[in-house]
């Protein structure tokens, strides 16, 4: 069978660029085209940036031709089978020459910096590098399968994810470990979980929720309070934080019943929004802006983590160090998030996981199956606000201080986007957006070596710098919101966007993203 489709010329498809790179142009010129900077007299002046303007200009430009040439405009009538098969595979093969190469420049530059710059970062670099390569090499093509992707990249990242402190503590010394397992592991740790939590509501469930920060402000605010005012533990007050938020998830899931889709997202994120200005001016409850400081730090089973003689490193006779403590909540949260993942795994095989995929699907004939929506639907909202309370509660405890700054709608946009962008339903695609999304964050925090440049040998490069003005950190997300719009060309559904069945008849296959509604199956 022959698919005729339209061919477009180069000329068009340079005309068709340039009114695209208008465009920018025009909506840049008011964002970037200018800066305000504070002179000597204390003055604010417009410095202009027509730089920017220019690559913003010519990355669209050359997007917008490499799309209309290579990817929208397919030759008219199929290839043969045998032709696509040998595309397919010399496509992989040059993804994984382009991996393999990206990995040796990566650990080139290392060896050559030295103590320049952070060892971990430039292995964290080379990591997320290697981690893209296979990614493209055993997910972009439907016809390799996910089984062998997750066969091999499960056990891989899971194994490095056990061992990162140690690692870390290898390649930065016990100081500056600190930084990369608190700044860098924990976070996306987090993240990770309260990914899963929103899946459970957003990806399982099919309910788009834009208020998912109220359940972890919840969970944080009742850890912080039940502690300091009744001198609970941390191992009761996890639990009962989970149920408290739970318990919200329900009074939340109770008004909107009947709501769908924009109407139900615009309801969640008022309902953010209720008690996020709830804790800023109920200032005798939450201490308003001020915050909630001094709140009392996990021990490990009744072990402090002080310098006192009952001390964690006193009773085990270690030299005192923060990075104990550290440790011990990187593989609290870990643990964590192994124990969401294996309970949403179970609770997608039980009745409750098919009536929660069968209301995603179609909640009219979900009703007509005799499924009763109320209830699929509030055990949704409480399941899912449930996991985000566990992650607040961990983070007033990791943090010692909580204020409704950090609970603001950009951290459930973000969490929110760890969902989509990873594959609504996929646990592992949540984790790996986490991954790429907040550790790519940090990780332009230590691309300090750009300011100055760096030497290779062996190979006699020297690659200038960009000067000592030059910021990464400023291009951050700049380079997320193109890597958000790469993804929904190249990958609509997500990363992974194909799933194992809930149940199945002799044979387990993965289900294409493409044959459901949502995008997961």
């Known amino acids: 069978m ?37 002179n000597m ?56 020459a382009a991996g393999a190469l990206a990995f040796i420049a990566c650990a080139l530059v290392a060896w050559s910096l030295g103590h320049q710059a952070s060892w971990i970062a430039i292995a964290a670099m080379a990591m ?10 055993f997910i972009v093509k439907a016809s390799i399968g996910f089984e062998a992707a997750r066969a091999y990249l499960a056990p891989a990242f899971l194994g490095f994810i056990a061992i990162f402190p140690i690692v870390a503590i290898h390649y930065a010394g ?41 359940f972890y402000a919840v969970g944080a605010y009742s850890y912080a309070l039940l502690a300091k005012q009744f001198g609970l533990s941390f191992w009761l007050l996890m639990p009962l934080a989970a149920i408290l938020a739970a318990f919200w ?20 994120l008022a309902f953010g929004e209720i008690i996020r200005l709830v804790l800023i001016n109920w200032v005798d409850f939450s201490n308003g802006y001020a915050g909630i400081s001094g709140i009392p730090r996990p021990s490990f089973f009744g072990i402090p983590f002080n310098a006192d003689d009952d001390g964690f490193s006193a009773v085990f006779g270690l030299e005192f160090s923060p990075v104990y403590r550290t440790i011990f909540l990187y593989y609290l949260i870990f643990c964590l998030a192994l ?23 179609d909640e009219i004939a979900c009703r007509a199956l005799g499924i009763n929506t109320v209830n699929t639907k509030l055990t949704a909202f409480a399941i899912g606000a449930g996991f985000g309370g566990l992650a607040g509660s961990f983070f007033a405890a990791r943090q010692g201080f909580i204020s409704p700054e950090s609970f603001v709608f950009m951290e459930s946009a973000m969490i929110l986007a760890i969902v989509v962008l990873g594959g609504m339903g996929s646990l592992i695609g949540c984790a790996m957006a ?32 960009f000067g000592a003005d030059f910021d990464p950190t400023q291009y951050r997300m700049l380079l997320f919101g193109l890597a958000m719009v790469l993804i929904m060309i190249w990958k609509p559904r997500g990363l ?26």
């Open 249 to 268: 998830g329900i009074l939340l899931g109770f008004p909107v019943l009947r709501l769908r889709g924009d109407y139900l997202a615009i309801v969640t």
């Open 2 to 38: 022959q698919a005729e489709t339209a061919r477009m010329s180069v000329p068009a498809a340079i005309k068709d660029a340039l009114l695209a790179a208008l465009v920018m142009l025009g909506l840049s010129v008011p964002m970037l085209a200018w800066r305000t900077e504070q």
């Open 434 to 465: 986490a991954i790429l999304m907040i550790g790519g964050t940090e990780l332009m925090r230590e691309l300090d070596f750009l300011k100055t440049g760096f030497n290779i040998p062996g190979l006699g490069l020297s690659i200038p710098g």
């Open 339 to 361: 124990l969401i993942a294996f309970v949403t795994t179970r609770l997608r095989r039980l009745p409750i996981g098919r009536a929660w995929e069968a209301l995603r699907e």
């Open 496 to 521: 992974i966007s194909t799933r194992e069945p809930s149940i199945f008849y002799r044979e387990k296959k993965a289900v294409s993203g493409s044959l459901v509604k949502e995008g997961h199956g």
């Open 128 to 137: 997320v590098v290697a981690f893209l390569a296979l990614l493209a090499t």
């Open 174 to 214: 016990w100081q500056g470990a600190l930084k990369w397992i608190d700044n860098f592991g924990i976070q996306i740790l987090i993240y990770v979980t309260l990914g899963w939590g929103l899946n459970i509501v957003v990806g399982l469930a099919g309910l788009l929720d834009l208020g998912y920060v109220a």
């Open 41 to 96: 007299s204390n003055e604010l002046i417009l410095v202009p940036r027509w730089g920017a303007v220019a690559i913003a200009c010519a990355i669209v430009f050359a997007g917008r031709l490499a799309l209309s040439l290579f990817v929208w405009n397919r030759r008219a009538g199929a290839r043969s089978v045998r032709v696509t098969r040998l595309l397919s595979i010399a496509g992989r093969a040059a993804l994984a």
